[in-house]
């Protein structure tokens, strides 16, 4: 998923230029400078991803370096939306001795994004994402989830 979001974020690049790169589209051609980035949605029983989630966008964008955060939605070029469309666990290994016993188990997450500006121009809708992370089931595996979190929505 890191590669899905290093995706994300040459498109968000990609859009404004890079300051070493200028055979694409230099930032000084787009007018694009800030972005803000929406508290994500959810639609999945994860509440507490959403403001992970949105913090890791928001110090993601500020690390690449090509766009600035903008303070307000108004004064942002472009906004970025959002929002987390499925979040949950499976069986990711058995005991090799009894399958009905899990060893570890996958958090698995879906994300949509979308980027676009006031004057109804969208860059990109509904861009799906989705990451998954092992953990250990053991009987702290709830905890472990809650641990693990930021790092499902950092992948």
Known sequence: MRI??????L??????GCSNYKAG???DRTHLKTVFVLPAKTRALA???S????????EAILRYGTLKLAKTIEAADVVL???ITNYGRS???VDEYD???????????????SLYNHQGKVFFKDQSFSASVSINATDSAQLIEYQRMPQLTRE
């Open 25 to 27: 589209y230099p930032i």
């Open 91 to 93: 069986i990711g290994t």
């Open 4 to 9: 899905r979001f290093f995706v994300l974020m």
């Open 11 to 16: 498109i968000l690049g990609g859009l404004v």
């Open 47 to 49: 509440a507490q991803m």
């Open 51 to 58: 403001g992970v989630l949105s913090q890791q966008m928001r």
């Open 99 to 113: 399958t009905d016993v899990a060893k570890t188990l996958s958090l698995n997450a879906s994300v949509k994004c």
């Open 81 to 83: 939306e959002t929002e």
